[in-house]
């Protein structure tokens, strides 16, 4: 699939940090820069006129800071956002506004250019939910979401098939993926793996956990409406209360 170009729109404060953004962004020739704005208040008529796909938001502004503008936004007109800032303390609320990603200033291209991947990653599986074809239904050759995962190791990367995951913890920014008897960390949240994954063959069973529903092999009911989920391979994982009703539907139980 040929997904059309990344329509981005710079937010800061800053004339030199829009200019660093554009200069980073010149290698990456699927993005379409679309307008700066200066502030918070400018960028939210300019998401309003330009409908862009993907913000990059500096955190401290005039007036209103990057955060607030995000909340001023309704959840399902939302762009993709990548932060970049100078300040680090904020990564984690950030991931809690569900940006796709968390650069420092100055930019180093290195880290920027990993953004971009997660970013055309992301581009990418929401373009193929996006598709529609009521003429010719989409086939099974043509799949909704993605089929591997790349897991930076060292100076290296590996390739997992999705269909190889066991299943997937969170931890702070990252999540833990496991593969057979082996682990891997990888710069990641769960919300967006629940974006990008089959939910099909994706159960959440916790808040922090993703099972592979066929790894499942048996339910174990708890006290208090929680239970415990066995894999094949031994593993024992925690169902909480909040998900079993869900489990309970797609592994077919009573």
């Not at 030199?16 to 502030?39: F, K, Y």
Request: hydrophobic share 45%.
């Amino acid at each position: 699939m040929n997904a059309p170009p990344i329509r981005t729109l710079l937010i800061d404060d800053e004339v030199l940090a829009r200019l660093a953004l554009r200069q980073a962004l010149a290698a990456h020739t699927d993005v379409e820069i679309v307008g700066e704005c200066g502030n918070a208040a400018e960028a939210l008529q300019a998401i309003t006129v330009l409908k862009p796909d993907l913000l990059f938001l500096d955190i401290r502004m005039p007036g209103m800071d990057g955060f607030k503008l995000l909340h001023r936004m309704k959840p399902d007109a939302l762009p993709m956002v990548v932060f970049a800032t100078a300040y680090g303390q904020h990564a984690l609320r950030a991931f809690d506004a569900n940006a796709l990603d968390y650069v420092l200033k100055p930019i180093d291209q290195a880290r920027f250019d990993q953004a971009m991947t997660r970013v055309r990653q992301h581009w990418l599986g929401l373009q193929a939910h996006a598709v529609s074809t009521p003429i010719a239904p989409m086939t099974p050759a043509t799949p909704l979401h993605v089929q591997r995962i790349s897991v930076r190791i060292g100076e290296s990367i590996r390739v997992i098939a999705t269909d190889d995951i066991d299943w997937i913890r969170a931890d702070g920014n990252y999540v833990e993926i496991h593969v057979g008897g082996a682990s891997y960390l990888h710069r990641e949240t769960l919300r967006h793996l629940l974006d990008v994954l089959d939910p099909a063959r994706f159960l959440r069973i916790h808040r922090a956990t993703l099972v592979n529903v066929e790894r499942i092999r048996e339910i174990h009911p708890l006290f208090q409406g929680n239970a415990e989920v066995v894999l094949h391979n031994g593993t024992r994982l925690s169902l909480s209360r909040r998900f079993r009703t869900h489990a309970r539907r797609v592994l077919g139980m009573a």
